[in-house]
T-cell receptor, first 119, second 109 residues
């Protein structure tokens, strides 16, 4: 069974960069899409963007100017960088596996990691 | 950006049937939105249920079925069980931009 695990700092200062990594085990990075999703009690769920195993990306237009998602196939990992964070970026962040060659389905999720933006 | 709307809460009797819907602010939901549904219990990660409007994920019980109902995507739960009490979310694709609904809190009485 494919497993995903998010890792990274749980606390980030305002204006700094949030960095998270998702490690994939019991499965290969290829030939899938890999997404980041966040969830807050107030705003609900928000798709941040995704990366294909080849490295091509697709971002939510609402976050595109601040987001970079990358993949490292040698480590079976993909990563999220969100810069210039504010308190509004405080959320539970999930990584998820998309379909082979498509983004419109998630079949596996990580357990999520809480990131708080505060000084 | 499009807004996806779900019923905030619904109640179903044990053994009963309930339909949850997923509406788009941009117009009728179609198969081209690739409707996707998942379940989430408190404190747990999302649990995928259906995709591409009607397809079940391999582990999804047959009592869950996805469809289009008029201008909306729908998830119908038949023979509701106590373990089906949870939040349910839909997701639609708008030209490759994925948007989630606000979720429906389902209570099984």
């Amino acid at each position: 069974q494919v497993q995903l695990r998010e890792s990274g700092p749980g606390l980030v200062k305002p204006s700094e960069t949030l960095s998270l990594t998702c490690t994939v085990s019991s499965g290969s990075i290829s030939p899938y899409y890999w997404s980041w999703i966040r969830q807050t009690p107030g705003k609900g769920l928000e798709w941040i963007g995704c990366v294909y195993y080849s490295g091509s990306t697709n971002y939510n237009p609402s976050l595109k100017s601040r987001v970079t998602i990358s993949v490292d196939t040698s480590k079976n990992q993909f990563s999220l960088r969100l810069n210039s964070v504010t308190a509004a970026d405080t959320a539970l962040y999930y990584c998820a596996r998309g379909g082979p060659g498509r983004i419109t389905i998630f079949d596996y999720f990580g357990q999520g990691t809480l990131v708080t933006v505060a000084s | 950006q499009a807004v996806v709307t779900q019923e905030p809460s619904l109640t179903v009797s044990l053994g009963g049937t309930v339909t949850l819907t997923c509406d788009s602010s941009t117009g009728p939901v179609t198969t081209a939105h690739f409707p996707y549904w998942f379940q989430q219990r408190p404190g747990q990660a999302p649990w995928p249920l259906t995709f591409d409007t009607t397809s079940r994920v391999s582990w999804t019980p047959a009592r869950f079925s996805g469809s289009l109902l008029g201008a909306k995507a729908a998830l119908t739960l038949s023979s509701a069980q106590p373990e089906d009490e949870a939040d349910y979310f839909c997701m639609l694709s708008f030209g490759g931009v994925l948007v989630f609904g606000g979720g429906t809190k389902l209570t099984v009485l």
